[in-house]
T-cell receptor
Framework: QKEVEQDPGPLSVPEGAIVSLNCTYSNSAFQYFMWYRQYSRKGPELLMYTYSSGNKEDGRFTAQVDKSSKYISLFIRDSQPSDSATYLCAQGSGNTGKLIFGQGTTLQVKP | DTEVTQTPKHLVMGMTNKKSLKCEQHMGHRAMYWYKQKAKKPPELMFVYSYEKLSINESVPSRFSPECPNSSLLNLHLHALQPEDSALYLC??????????????FGPGTRLTVL
C-alpha cells in the first residue's frame, strides 16, 4: 500500500465545472499537507499548504483536510482550461523536510 | 518573491562527461532540496540541505554529488551518468526544515538527457 494514494485519472471536465481532487494517506506522523500543480515539462507550483483539519480557501481553490478519515481534498471552482495540469498532493514531515507525494491526478478542462 | 531558479534548462551529456546543475534562491530560505522526476511520476527526493549542511541523502549513487556553497546556492555535480538517469531534476527550497515554515517551493527544473 502506498503511503499517499491518489487516483491518477485522467479527469476531464467542462469549463466552469467544480473539480474535486482527493488523496488518502496512511502515516499520521506527517502533519503537513500540500497541493501542487504541475504543467507539462515544468516544475511543481505550490497551490495550497495547510497543517490543520478543516478548510483553507485561496481564490478559486479550497483545500480540505480530514485527519480523522486521513483524507485530503482540493476543490477548484469555476474551472478554466488553464487549470489543465497534473495535481500532486503531498504530505510533509514536521522535522526532516521529507515529502510523500501521491501519484498525481491529470486534469483536463475542456472549453 | 517565491522564485527558485535553475540552470541550465536543458542538458545533454554523454556517459563520460562531467557537468553541474545549479539552483539559486533569494528568499532567505535555509533548507534546499534536490529531486529527480521521471515522466508521469511524482518527484523523488535525492538530497536535503539545512543551513548549508547535508541533512538527508536518500541512498543516491555517488555519481551524483551535491554541494551547497552558501545559503542561496545549491549545485548537483554529475559524473559518469547512465542513460536511466535521464529525467527532470528539480530544486526546491523552504524557509526551514522543521515546523510550520516547511512548505517547499520548486524551481522549473533541468531536463537532463544522458546519451
Amino acid at each position: 500500500q502506498k503511503e499517499v494514494e491518489q487516483d491518477p485519472g485522467p479527469l476531464s471536465v467542462p469549463e466552469g465545472a467544480i473539480v474535486s481532487l482527493n488523496c488518502t494517506y496512511s502515516n499520521s506522523a506527517f502533519q503537513y499537507f500540500m497541493w501542487y500543480r504541475q504543467y507539462s515539462r515544468k516544475g511543481p507550483e505550490l497551490l495550497m499548504y495547510t497543517y490543520s483539519s478543516g478548510n483553507k480557501e485561496d481564490g478559486r481553490f479550497t483545500a480540505q483536510v480530514d485527519k480523522s478519515s486521513k483524507y485530503i481534498s482540493l476543490f477548484i471552482r469555476d474551472s478554466q482550461p488553464s487549470d489543465s495540469a497534473t495535481y500532486l498532493c503531498a504530505q510533509g514531515s514536521g522535522n526532516t523536510g521529507k515529502l510523500i507525494f501521491g501519484q498525481g491526478t491529470t486534469l483536463q478542462v475542456k472549453p | 518573491d517565491t522564485e527558485v531558479t535553475q540552470t541550465p534548462k536543458h542538458l545533454v551529456m554523454g556517459m563520460t562527461n562531467k557537468k553541474s546543475l545549479k539552483c539559486e534562491q533569494h528568499m532567505g530560505h535555509r533548507a534546499m532540496y534536490w529531486y529527480k522526476q521521471k515522466a508521469k511520476k511524482p518527484p523523488e527526493l535525492m538530497f536535503v540541505y539545512s543551513y548549508e549542511k547535508l541533512s538527508i541523502n536518500e541512498s543516491v549513487p555517488s555519481r551524483f554529488s551535491p554541494e551547497c556553497p552558501n545559503s542561496s546556492l545549491l549545485n548537483l555535480h554529475l559524473h559518469a551518468l547512465q542513460p536511466e538517469d535521464s529525467a527532470l531534476y528539480l530544486c526546491a527550497s523552504s524557509q526551514e526544515l522543521a515546523g510550520v515554515f516547511n512548505e517547499q517551493f520548486f524551481g522549473p527544473g533541468t531536463r537532463l538527457t544522458v546519451l
